[in-house]
Nanobody, 125 residues
Framework: QVQLVESGGGLVQAGGSLRLSCAAS????????IAWFRQAPGKERELVAA????????NYADSVKGRSTISRDNAKNTVYLQMNNLEPEDTAVYYC??????????????????WGQGTQVTVSS
């Protein structure tokens, strides 16, 4: 079993930055692929970024590419999502998810075994 806890969300003005954190406990963290998804009201949950168990592989949604960086510190059992130049369209609940399978980069929520409770990000214009 894996427990994921997100933090770092909040209210920020357009053009600002936030760093989200996902702290994991339970199963060996370094064997899991980790992703950030987001879900805005009335929209489907979508992949924002994902990182392989080693950190050598990353995958980004086109909408955040160049503005966001995903990273992980396996010694701290934590994954980070640094988001810069935020836009009102980035407003959503952001979820951390973990995958024990090989498709750590997948855009499909079905590939991920464990989920956090989410953290709200609101970007004002």
């Amino acid at each position: 079993q894996v427990q994921l806890v997100e933090s770092g969300g909040g209210l920020v003005q357009a053009g600002g930055s936030l760093r989200l954190s996902c702290a994991a406990s339970g199963r060996t963290f370094s064997s899991l692929g980790i992703a950030w998804f987001r879900q805005a009201p009335g929209k489907e949950r979508e992949l924002v970024a994902a990182i392989s168990w080693s950190g050598r592989g990353t995958n980004y949604a086109d909408s955040v590419k160049g503005r966001s960086t995903i990273s992980r510190d396996n010694a701290k059992n934590t994954v980070y999502l640094q988001m810069n130049n935020l836009e009102p369209e980035d407003t959503a609940v952001y979820y951390c998810a973990a995958s024990s399978g090989s498709k750590w980069y997948s855009q499909s929520p079905d590939e991920y075994n464990y989920w956090g409770q989410g953290t709200q990000v609101t970007v004002s214009s």
